[in-house]
Structures are given as structure tokens and as C-alpha cells.
């Protein structure tokens, strides 16, 4: 059920490369019920001038574009992403790593972390055990998500319709969870509570980047 790490197998290498990005050939509704879902979280959210768990929101999702950009890039140059999602498992691939349900899950992932933590967000565990200061509820957050997703995605690696491929067989679980999720949380959890200056820039900053690079490489033929 559960898979750790990629196993560099010749049925994994064949199904990335059949792999095919941005194609109709599975789509259906629940694209558009999917997409209605996301709007309403984050209207909901503006309506109640939650506008910190938008912040959570958006600058966990800029990021995993970065990382999804980024994994494209790597197919294309080595052959193989690190990690993939099969036709099979989805009715619209985006880049060869995210296909449509799992981006909306990203761009909701950072509001349910945010909104995990203590409503006192300067909260500390461990105090005087982990020095004075303690741990951060922040961190501990996003630890304690980064796992969780960390896990789910073994599970998905390990379904018979492969809905998560890793090729490589020094890819799996430990790099998942200390490359990838724990940076997507620790974004999620900490750019809320920046000074509204360096918020700012942050997400302009992160968000045109996906924008140029999205613009430049996928016309390109790179993602």
C-alpha cells in the first residue's frame, strides 16, 4: 500500500514517458466543481477579512509552483522528474509533476495549516527543554503537516493507478518531507506574520516569478 522510495524500474521510466501534459483526453466536470470549491474558500475568507490565511494560502501555492517548474525542468534536462502523476490518476495534467486536483489541493493547503495552529501564533512548546526560547508553533505546524503530506504521497505512490511515480531510487519519502514539504509549510505558516512591507514583496516577488517562468518555458516547449 505504502511505498518509501522510487525503485528505478523500467514499468516507472515507461510510464513517465507516456505521460501526456495538458491533454483533454480524461477531462470532465469535476474540474470546474474543483475550481468553484477554491473560489469559495478564498472568497469566504475575503468576505470575513481573514486576509492572513490568504497570505498563508497564496504563499504556499507560489511555491509549490516554483517546486513544480522546477521538477518540469529536471525531466527535461535528465530524463526523468523527480516525481510525476499518471493519465490514469486524473482528468488534466498541468506540468508533468501536478496534474489539476492535486494543485487545488495545493492552493488550499496553506489556509488548513494556518488555520491548525494556536490562535496565539507566538506560542512555544518545550520551553527551557529546547533552550529558553522553546520551539515555535509555527515550526511545529509545519513539521507535523510536512509528515502528514509526506505519507500521503507514499500512499499515492503505492496505488495500482500510480498516482504518483518516482523513478529515481534515491527519491521517496525522507527527501519528500525535508526537501519539499517542510519548505511549503514553513511559507504558509511564517509570511502571515511578516511586516506588511516584506509580505508584500515576498508574494509579488514569488508569484511574478511563476508568472515568467511559466510564460517563457512552457511556449518554449522546456514544461
Not at 77 to 86: D, E, K, M
Request: hydrophobic share 50%.
Amino acid at each position: 500500500m505504502f511505498k518509501f522510495w522510487g525503485d528505478g524500474s523500467q514499468e516507472a521510466m515507461d510510464l513517465v514517458k507516456a505521460i501526456q501534459v495538458r491533454s483533454t483526453e480524461n477531462f470532465n466536470w469535476t474540474f470546474i466543481f474543483i475550481l468553484a470549491v477554491v473560489f469559495y474558500v478564498y472568497w469566504s475568507e475575503i468576505h470575513k477579512k481573514h486576509y492572513e490565511a490568504v497570505y498563508a494560502g497564496l504563499a504556499l501555492y507560489g511555491v509549490h509552483w516554483l517546486y513544480e517548474i522546477c521538477n518540469a525542468v529536471i525531466g527535461k534536462i535528465f530524463g526523468y522528474p523527480l516525481w510525476s502523476v499518471s493519465n490514469q490518476s486524473t482528468t488534466f495534467i498541468l506540468l508533468i509533476g501536478v496534474c489539476w486536483e492535486l494543485s487545488m489541493m495545493f492552493s488550499l493547503a496553506g489556509i488548513i495549516s494556518f488555520k491548525m495552529m494556536p490562535q496565539d501564533r507566538t506560542k512555544r512548546y518545550l520551553v527551557g527543554k529546547l533552550g529558553k526560547k522553546g520551539i515555535s508553533c509555527k515550526l511545529v505546524t509545519a513539521l507535523e503537516m510536512a509528515l502528514l503530506f509526506a505519507l500521503v504521497e507514499s500512499f499515492l505512490a503505492g496505488t495500482s493507478n500510480h498516482s504518483f511515480i518516482w523513478v529515481y531510487p534515491w527519491w521517496g519519502v525522507i527527501p519528500v518531507f525535508i526537501t519539499t514539504y517542510i519548505p511549503f509549510f514553513l511559507a504558509s505558516n511564517y509570511v502571515p506574520d511578516m511586516k506588511p512591507a516584506k509580505r508584500k514583496k515576498f508574494l509579488i516577488c514569488e508569484w511574478v516569478l511563476v508568472a515568467v517562468l511559466l510564460a517563457v518555458l512552457i511556449p518554449a516547449g522546456v514544461i
